[in-house]
């Protein structure tokens, strides 16, 4: 920890400010507390000022309760996504087998493995940095590096109760939209969702029964306005589904649902 005067840590709250940054203050104190000279002070915060993210200038996040590793250009994981992991608790016991797909740094799953340590949680990415950061949050033994299911030991097929996804689901021409930190900053694997947003849950929902163990669910981040073709996806594959959602927080979860006597797709 680096130690300044009220005056040296005012002018560093006064530039974040300047370049932007709604929460300086916090922001300067982070930064102030990860340094370990002044040097590297300014380095740090000379990044901020040009738009790098806070979370990967610290090389974590802080994600329900958990200090998460986030290496640079690997996907930040959001507040709302934190509704995300609390529906996926609710829908896990003891000894549940949980997927977490399209991990990224693996923060879901580490989240869910804090709240239900019983669980056995594996993780997947087709991103090989995200790949490398996830296992440095999640036993690295369980964490793979594919094309979503394709990575996942066949061991668990027919298996698994609780699969837990934060797949991109922005559409392709609104990634320019985007704040500068997200677009230019994390890999656009972690953001596109093609043309309608929709591709990567496509795929997901055309792959995931045969996956899931008998009254086992899928559960996947969807924005409000998607929510209901997401529904549709699932529903198709003959996953009983519900939609839920977090006014609080803007975040909606489609929650899909196999059978408990489960015939395979």
Same mark, same amino acid.
């Given at each position: ?9 005012? =002018?560093?709250?006064?530039?974040l ?8 203050a916090?922001?300067?104190?982070? =930064?102030?507390?990860?340094a370990?000279?002044?040097s ?13 993210p806070?979370?990967?200038?610290? &090389? ?16 930040v994981?959001r507040? $709302? ?9 609710a829908?896990?016991? +003891?000894? +549940? ?7 990224? +740094? ?7 493995? #804090?709240?239900?340590?019983? #669980?056995?949680?594996?993780? %997947? ?9 996830? $296992?440095?949050? =999640? ?18 097929? &027919?298996?698994v ?5 934060n ?7 609104r990634i ?11 890999a $656009?694997?972690?953001?596109?969702g ?10 997901i %929902? ?6 899931l ?5 899928v ?41 408990? +006597?489960?015939?395979r797709?």
């Open positions: 920890m680096t130690t300044l005067s009220r005056s040296e840590r005012s =002018l560093i709250e006064s530039r400010r300047a370049a932007g940054c709604v929460f300086a916090d922001e300067a104190r982070l =930064l102030v507390s990860s370990r000279s002044a590297e002070l300014e380095v740090m915060v000379d990044a901020r000022e040009s738009g790098r806070l979370e990967h200038i610290l &090389g974590w996040a802080e994600f329900c309760g958990l200090h998460v590793r986030v290496d640079p250009g690997i996907f994981p507040r $709302r996504t934190e509704f995300l992991v609390r529906q996926a608790v829908h896990c016991r +003891s000894g +549940s087998v949980v997927v977490d797909l399209c991990c990224g +740094s693996g923060a879901v799953g580490a989240a869910v493995a #804090a709240a239900v340590p019983s #669980a056995d949680v594996f993780a %997947a990415d087709i991103d090989p940095d995200a790949v490398r950061c996830a $296992r440095q949050n =999640l036993d690295p033994s369980k964490v793979f590096a594919g094309d979503l299911f394709e990575a996942l030991p066949a061991r668990l097929r &027919g298996g109760d609780v699969v837990v996804v797949a991109p689901y922005v559409p392709s021409s320019g939209l985007m704040p500068p930190e997200a677009r230019l900053y994390e $656009r694997v972690a953001l596109d093609g043309p309608d947003g929709l591709e990567v849950q496509r795929r %929902a055309a792959e995931a029964r045969p996956w163990a008998p009254g086992g669910h559960l996947i981040e969807t924005s409000t306005e998607q929510a209901p073709q997401t529904v549709e996806l699932f529903s198709k594959t003959g996953l009983a589904c519900q939609i839920a959602h977090s006014q609080k927080t803007r975040a909606t979860v489609v929650i899909g649902t196999s059978p408990v +006597s489960l015939k797709a």
